[in-house]
Nanobody
């Protein structure tokens, strides 16, 4: 059984930073691209960032480019999301996902396993 468990969410002030982590079990994620998505109240789930299987390629949503950084440690079966210069608009539940492919992709249906999410709240 594949499980993805996120951690690191919390409450932070505008301009602050958080680092989200995702640990995978039941699947060696080194063979797959990984991604982070988020969903704010009343909104659809949206793409945040993705990283290829070896970590050589990353892609970001325009809204987070320059502020967020996705990284992975295949030896530890983990993927992280460093979030800097946080804004109230970043408030959402953040989800880690494992893709059914090796290359980066921003489409949710290309991801076959999802975590339960971690809440991020940015206060103004």
């Amino acid at each position: 059984q594949v499980q993805l468990v996120e951690s690191g969410g919390g409450l932070v002030q505008t301009g602050g930073s958080l680092r989200l982590s995702c640990v995978a079990s039941g699947r060696t994620i080194s063979s797959y691209a990984m991604g982070w998505f988020r969903q704010a109240p009343g909104k659809e789930r949206e793409f945040v960032a993705a990283i290829s299987w070896m970590g050589s390629t990353t892609t970001y949503a325009e809204s987070v480019t320059g502020r967020f950084t996705i990284s992975r440690d295949n030896a530890k079966n983990t993927v992280d999301l460093q979030m800097n210069s946080l804004e109230p608009e970043d408030t959402a539940v953040y989800y880690c996902a494992s893709a059914a492919r090796r290359t980066v992709v921003a489409v949710p249906r290309q991801y076959d396993y999802w975590g339960q999410g971690t809440q991020v709240i940015v206060s103004s």
